[in-house]
């Protein structure tokens, strides 16, 4: 607009931030100012001390040194409440919502919904709900459950929280990496619009292209230091520019593939059905990398479940080196040398409370024996230390220490884990489903590295992601899936992005 | 790590089991210091009975702890156990071995109904919960099935009386609690079956997935505490040289406290047989200060859970501050 830089008000300053953990510094004197009415980027790898950050200004943590300005006045956050009070909103990764109330509770919940002594007038909090939600554009009754609710919309039902409480500043952490394209778009356009009404965002990804779309100023962190502000108001700032200053490295690595030579087919899909998954056939070959790409509910989850038999199937056969084999349950999977990576690596991927080295051993502890005697077969504690620090070095987990427990590990370190897990396990066939989902960029290189390396080592690769850059720099072939079926095959040299997400986007119901 | 972090270490809750044994030797050195009776050979000898009734029931009980489950009928097990041996001795004539077998044979079968009504509704529930239930409705059918037997006659055993009494002599009961120790220690550290066991307590969606049979390792896991439960039993029949149904009632709490206060979690997961029979020790100790200092023992029940709260929630203090 006219006015010059010098009349916008900065609506947030952090000044000169220190925060000392026991062997490490998180953050070294970092500053980061927010104006009002804009988009504020902050992006940096994992351990770069953006998280960090984030609790500081929302009072989980005290800052060693430095202090935070709002507003003009230097204030002590003191809760997350305080700071909801204060006008600074958290719209976090995973939604703190209670499922079994409904929108328009969750939405006054502690705030008119407090004093457990009066009376609740029902429907104005209904009526005021509706309004928050049209404001959104999100048309669901606020009497819904949140249960009931697609993740996509239960992150609509936090921002009309952060409106209810007259949020000023409304901070976003990883808000788009379980959303759909089509989602995506419909938040970057809510927070556009809230912007217009005059709220300043935070809006903090690994999603770079993201925020690259509506972000005003883009703020990087590297290694608890602040070490580049771009200009994006005329959203020119590229992701190469980005990238390097993130990881100080130069972006060709990002999809690190590397042509490997690829033999037979050592595993086959024919006629696979069940849940909304549609007679789904595919082969792979030995070092070959094949990539799935699909909206989110495009069933790619469910069919890799279905393979190995993590999830019943209905009908479809499965054969590996030719042999026809029988999945009934996890382990007939493992045994017939197939992996699978999950999506949801706390769920599904890791047990947190164990450490490294009893996860990595897991799914062949079983042979992992000094004697036979069924259950009660002792661990042969030798064999097991030495194939895991073997994979703890190939994969270059940090902390190397198979005693740690997994919880303590950062998202890279931890995905790292459940992939030395699977290759521990010495299979064959790896299902990788969005292996780098949620982790940093450096952890992100790491990993494609390595399902290079696999490849060449001869296995087959299934990439199931919906980084349609991802599964285009790093696959042999790419298949398209939608509504449950195969829809298309794109062998590596076709496959561009407009013509993939062509047939992703089309309903086949 | 340097020695001094080390050391330090041991203190701040690196190994969770060394804050209670201290907590135990002090409480002793206190003890002891205000009646000297408490280092007597006889006293010790009472407190190696007590302790080894109970520190069976809690080794059972962290088996189904660790797994992500729970045992409310421990002692309705045992006291089950304890009537059919007394009831086989005495007018069926087996001898004490057979009989022995077959009273622990009906404590592996109630631990099998236990594992089978578990996985039936687990997944999706979380163990804990069908066990609970299933758990708390034997701790009252068992106990009513002990006492129906006889129709609540505690049955005198007067045939085979010098083995049945040699269960409990000092010696055996050492061995009994030393081998049962070790040996549970032993499968949940260094056995398959242990490590299937604490993935499954830890998350048992992401063991399901790594190929653990989660179904058979909890049913096992039932049926181990089961059966210990079983052995305290017979100990305690033992002791008393009786088939009573009221024997170690109200010690399935004290199991679970002795685990609790040892560092093994109800949520599953986390702590061993270690903590757990360090536990019982102290639980034991402090029952036994209570005698030994002239506490009226209607006041036992109250301090021992006064103490319990305080300890647990010093641990769980410990550990949810580790998060800051």
């Known amino acids: ?298 069933g790619r989850t469910t069919m890799a479940q279905m393979i190995v038999g993590v999830r019943p199937k209905v009908s479809g056969e499965i054969y590996v080196n030719g042999k026809r084999i029988n999945v009934r349950k996890p382990s007939d999977a493992i045994k017939a040398g197939l992996a699978y990576l999950p999506e949801d690596r706390r769920y599904q991927g890791l047990v947190l409370r164990m450490n490294v080295r009893d996860n990595i051993s897991l799914p062949i502890i079983s042979k992992l024996r000094s004697m036979s005697v069924s259950f009660l077969s002792p661990i042969n504690r030798i064999k097991e230390e030495q194939l895991v620090k073997d994979h703890i070095s190939k994969l270059r987990i940090v902390p190397p220490d198979p005693d740690k427990k997994t919880m303590y590990l950062s998202g890279g370190n931890q995905q790292k884990v459940v992939l030395a897990k699977w290759l521990a396990s010495r299979a064959k066939v790896l299902i990788l489903d969005e292996p780098t989902r949620g982790i940093d960029v450096g952890a992100k290189v790491e990993i494609r590295k390595l399902m290079v390396e696999l490849a060449r080592e001869g296995k087959a690769v299934v990439l199931i992601s919906s980084e349609l850059l991802e599964v285009l720099g790093m696959s042999d072939r790419v298949l398209v899936m939608a509504d449950g079926r195969i829809v298309a095959e794109f062998k590596r040299e076709e496959a561009t992005p407009h013509k993939v997400m062509e047939y992703a986007v089309r309903s086949y119901k | 790590m340097p020695k001094l972090q080390r050391f330090t270490n041991l203190f701040k809750g690196g190994v969770p089991e060394f804050n209670i044994t201290l907590a135990t030797v002090i409480l002793a050195l206190i003890i002891g210091f205000i009646n000297p009776k408490f280092w007597t050979v006889s006293n010790w000898l009472t407190i190696l009975r007590w302790f080894t009734g109970l520190g069976l029931l809690a080794l059972g009980e962290s088996m189904a702890l660790i797994g992500g489950g729970l045992d409310l009928s421990v002692s309705a097990v045992a006291s089950i156990v304890s009537m059919v041996f007394a009831y086989l001795i005495e007018f069926m004539g087996f001898n004490v071995v057979t009989a022995a077998i077959v009273a622990l044979l009906i404590a592996a079968g109630i631990g099998l109904y236990h594992g089978l009504f578990v ?200 550990r949810t501050r580790g998060a800051r």
Not at chain 1, 115 to 131: C, F, N, P, Q, R
Not at chain 1, 167 to 192: K, Q, W, Y
Not at chain 1, 224 to 230: N, P, R
Not at chain 2, 291 to 316: E, F, K, Q, R
């Open chain 1, 1 to 298: 607009m006219g006015s010059g830089d010098g009349d916008r008000e900065r609506i947030l300053v952090m000044e000169n931030i220190w925060k000392r953990f026991p062997g490490v510094i998180a953050l070294k004197g970092v500053t980061v100012d927010v104006n009002r009415k804009e988009i504020l980027g902050l992006v940096g790898e994992n351990g770069a001390g953006k998280s960090t950050l984030l609790k500081i200004l929302f009072g989980i943590l005290k800052a060693d040194e430095g202090r935070i300005i709002w507003k003009g006045r230097e204030v002590e956050v003191k809760s997350p409440y305080h700071a909801m009070t204060l006008g600074i909103s958290y719209v976090p990764q995973e939604t703190l919502l209670a499922p079994n109330l409904s929108i328009a509770e969750n939405i006054f919940l502690g705030f008119r919904l407090r004093k457990s002594y009066s009376l609740m007038k029902y429907g104005d909090i209904v009526e005021d709900a509706s309004k928050l939600l049209s404001i959104l554009d999100v048309s669901v009754d606020p009497m819904t459950r949140i249960r009931e609710l697609s993740v996509a919309v239960q992150q609509l039902v936090m921002v009309a929280r952060a409106l209810a409480f007259n949020a000023e500043l409304i901070v976003f952490d990883e808000p788009t990496s379980a959303l759909g394209p089509r989602e995506t778009e419909r938040l970057l356009n809510v927070m556009l619009k809230l912007k217009e009404r005059g709220i300043s965002i935070i809006f903090v990804s690994h999603r770079i292209e993201e925020v690259l779309k509506v972000a005003d100023r883009v703020v990087v962190l590297r290694d608890g230091k602040k070490v580049a502000t771009f200009d994006n108001r005329e959203k020119k700032v590229t992701l190469s520019e980005v990238v390097r200053a993130m990881i100080a490295r130069d972006v060709k690595e990002f999809f690190p593939k590397e042509e490997v030579p690829i033999g037979e087919k050592i595993f086959e899909v024919r006629g696979l059905t069940g849940g909304k998954v549609r007679d789904v056939s595919f082969y792979v070959r030995s070092g070959e990398i094949l990539g799935i790409f699909g909206l989110v509910g495009s």
């Open chain 2, 119 to 318: 996985i039936a509704f687990s997944p999706p529930l979380p163990t804990i919960v069908p066990a609970f239930i299933v758990t708390l409705g034997s701790l009252i059918l068992v106990s009513g099935l002990a006492v129906v037997m006889t129709h609540g006659w505690p049955i005198v055993i007067s045939k085979e009386a010098a083995t049945v009494a040699s269960l409990s002599s000092t010696p055996v009961l050492f061995t009994i609690i030393a081998i049962g120790t070790i040996f549970i220690i032993f499968v949940q550290r260094y056995t398959v079956l242990g490590r299937f066991l604490y993935s499954i307590g830890g998350n048992m969606e992401a063991a399901r997935v790594s190929g653990v049979p989660i179904h058979k390792t909890r049913i096992l896991a039932f049926v181990f505490c089961s059966v210990f439960a079983g052995l305290a039993g017979l100990v305690f029949t033992s002791m008393l040289m009786t088939g009573y149904p009221g024997v170690a009632a109200g010690q399935e709490l004290y199991a679970i406290a002795s685990n609790a206060i040892g560092g093994v979690s109800l949520a599953g997961g986390e702590g061993s047989a270690i903590g757990a029979i360090i536990g019982a020790l102290l639980m034991t100790v402090i029952r036994n200060g209570l005698v030994l200092m002239g506490v009226s023992p209607y006041w036992h029940d109250p301090i021992a859970g006064i103490i319990l709260v305080v300890a647990v929630g010093i641990d769980l203090f410990r």
